[in-house]
């Protein structure tokens, strides 16, 4: 059996360092201790507790950016008001 039979694969704004692949493959059971391999080249990355930060991290951030780049795109778009 292969390993991909036990293993999710998702995608994170963190590279890997060999290919620069962004999907990643981790355990089903996502155990904050397992370590997240790069679906490609299977090269270690980081463990998923550190991947999950950086997933909760991105989603607030990308938010806030969108947000803001609404503003600005109104106040450019509207310059007669
Ligand atoms: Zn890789």
Known sequence: MSVSDFAEEFR???SCPNCDSHLMRVSQE???DDKVFCASCNTYVCLYREAEERLENDSKSEKEELIERVTNKDFKENPDL
Request: net charge positive; glycine share 0%; charged share 50%.
């Open 30 to 32: 996502k155990n904050p």
């Open 12 to 14: 994170m704004d963190k």
